[in-house]
C-alpha cells in the first residue's frame, strides 16, 4: 500500500489547489492511516522483503509503529483552516479509514487515531 499511499498524497495536494480542502484532509488522514500501518507492497513483493532482511532492514512490527512528526503538517494545518475540533476530526477520520479496502492492514482504524491524535 506505499504505492497507494504515495498517489493519495498527491491527490490531496491537488485537490487542495482546487479549494476541496475537507476532501483534502480526508486523503492526508488516509496517508496517515497508511504509513502508520508500515510500508507495505503486495505479497508478489515478498523477494524484495527476503532481500531487505539479509541486509539489515526488519519487518514491520505493529507495536512499533509511528509516524515522523512532518508528515501530519498538512492534516494540522487543515485541521486548523477548516477550525475543526479533534472529536470531528476523530469521527471523520473512524469513518473513511473504515471505508479503505486495500487488503488486511496490521493496525485497525480506531488504534491509529489513538496514536496520530498525539500528533496533532
Same mark, same amino acid.
Given at each position: 500500500?506505499?504505492?497507494?499511499?504515495?498517489?493519495?498524497?498527491?491527490?490531496?495536494?491537488?485537490?487542495?489547489?482546487?479549494?476541496?480542502?475537507?476532501?483534502?484532509?480526508?486523503?492526508?488522514?488516509?496517508?496517515?492511516?497508511?504509513?502508520?500501518?508500515?510500508?507495505?507492497?503486495?505479497?508478489?513483493?515478498?523477494?524484495?522483503?527476503?532481500?531487505?532482511?539479509?541486509?539489515?532492514?526488519? /519487518?514491520?512490527?505493529?507495536? $512499533?509503529?509511528?509516524?515522523p %512528526?512532518? *508528515?501530519?503538517?498538512?492534516?494540522?494545518?487543515l @485541521? &486548523?483552516? +477548516?477550525?475543526?475540533?479533534?472529536?470531528?476530526?476523530?469521527?471523520?477520520?473512524?469513518? /473513511?479509514?473504515?471505508?479503505? $479496502?486495500?487488503?488486511?492492514? %496490521?493496525? *485497525?482504524?480506531?488504534?491509529?487515531?489513538?496514536? @496520530? &491524535?498525539? +500528533?496533532?
Amino acid at each position: 500500500w506505499s504505492s497507494y499511499a504515495l498517489n493519495q498524497n498527491k491527490k490531496a495536494g491537488m485537490l487542495y489547489k482546487r479549494g476541496k480542502s475537507k476532501t483534502a484532509l480526508e486523503l492526508y488522514l488516509q496517508v496517515a492511516y497508511l504509513e502508520h500501518n508500515g510500508v507495505q507492497e503486495s505479497e508478489a513483493d515478498a523477494a524484495s522483503r527476503k532481500m531487505m532482511g539479509e541486509i539489515g532492514f526488519k /519487518e514491520f512490527d505493529p507495536d $512499533k509503529a509511528n509516524l515522523p %512528526p512532518y *508528515s501530519m503538517k498538512e492534516v494540522k494545518a487543515l @485541521i &486548523k483552516e +477548516l477550525d475543526l475540533n479533534l472529536d470531528t476530526v476523530e469521527s471523520l477520520f473512524i469513518t /473513511e479509514m473504515s471505508k479503505v $479496502k486495500i487488503g488486511k492492514l %496490521p493496525i *485497525s482504524p480506531q488504534v491509529s487515531w489513538e496514536y @496520530i &491524535k498525539t +500528533l496533532l
